[in-house]
């Protein structure tokens, strides 16, 4: 049996965090509308493409319940295929880094690489305004990936204006468990009617350094587990916060061995990582 023919290989796919998210009303379909400040994270998972010798797209990955066609890779795959002008099967081999559920990204930035991988592979020729647009029916989040830069992100979180923020380091605390973004949204206590905010005002209370996410105070009275971990945090960096609606929780530090140092004394899953401006993605394909 022949080797597979690896077309790409170990395509990053970035986490991200928010660094400050408020909701400022809903529109006439009943979404959020938010405003918030997507970072870019050095760290995240990688995606591998192979061609195959038929007309499949198949799933690999190194968390086996992930191989599945209920996936946002392998609909990804289905949504860009029509666009092909040089279509065959491919083999899509995931390294999972990220945890699910966490608010970090993981599955639209796996989603995003997809459809800039395959634009390229199959020739599809797409602009990259024309990949956001298919990027966002499959997920709020996708077109900040395929922007491939750190953003003020307005609207449903599609409405990006890149920003330029210092490349400071994060550590990011993982409590191990799942929040749901639906139970988030639909609670009352929720805050729907935060004031207009600018890039101005982000810049001038603080930036990466300070920042409110009006979902923490509804997803710490649910989900005691997250509380535990951000209290932890809290005792070493006052700055420590949530990101977007999952359970993970992070705080600044200006240089790696500080973040590193603070990492060595926490027992649940995390991982360290510098923010950056530019995706990794865009300087592989392009």
Not at 21 to 47: A, C, E, K, N, P
Not at 146 to 156: C, L, M, R, S
Request: hydrophobic share 40%.
């Amino acid at each position: 049996m022949s080797s597979p023919i690896r077309l790409l290989e170990n395509l990053p796919a970035p986490a991200k965090l928010n660094l400050m998210l408020h909701i400022t009303g809903q529109d006439t379909r009943g979404y959020h509308l938010l405003q918030t400040v997507f970072q870019l994270l050095d760290f995240g998972d990688s995606l591998s493409f192979d061609r195959r010798q038929d007309t499949q797209v198949k799933i690999k990955c190194n968390l086996p319940e992930l191989e599945t066609t209920d996936n946002l890779i392998i609909k990804a795959a289905e949504i860009i295929k029509p666009f092909a002008t040089q279509f065959f099967g491919v083999d899509i081999v995931l390294e999972k880094r990220l945890p699910m559920g966490g608010g970090v990204g993981g599955g639209s930035s796996d989603c995003a690489t997809t459809l800039l991988a395959l634009n390229h592979i199959w020739k599809c020729h797409l602009s990259e305004e024309k990949l956001m647009s298919l990027g966002l029916q499959l997920g709020a989040d996708v077109p900040l990936f395929i922007k491939g830069q750190t953003a003020w992100a307005e609207g449903v979180g599609e409405q990006l204006t890149p920003i330029e923020l210092p490349e400071i380091w994060y550590l990011v605390v993982y409590p191990d468990c799942f929040v749901s973004t639906a139970k988030i949204f639909s609670d009352k206590a929720l805050t729907r009617d935060c004031e207009i905010s600018t890039i101005r005002d982000f810049l001038a209370q603080g930036g990466p350094h300070r920042g409110n996410n009006v979902m923490q105070p509804v997803v710490l009275q649910h989900y005691p587990n997250v509380k535990r971990a951000l209290d932890w945090l809290l005792k070493f960096c006052p700055d420590a916060r949530m990101t977007g609606s999952g359970s993970c929780v992070f705080a600044t530090f200006d240089n790696e061995r500080e973040a590193r140092k603070i990492a060595l004394r926490c027992d649940w899953p995390h991982f360290v990582a510098k923010g950056i401006n530019q995706s990794p993605v865009t300087s592989k394909l392009f």
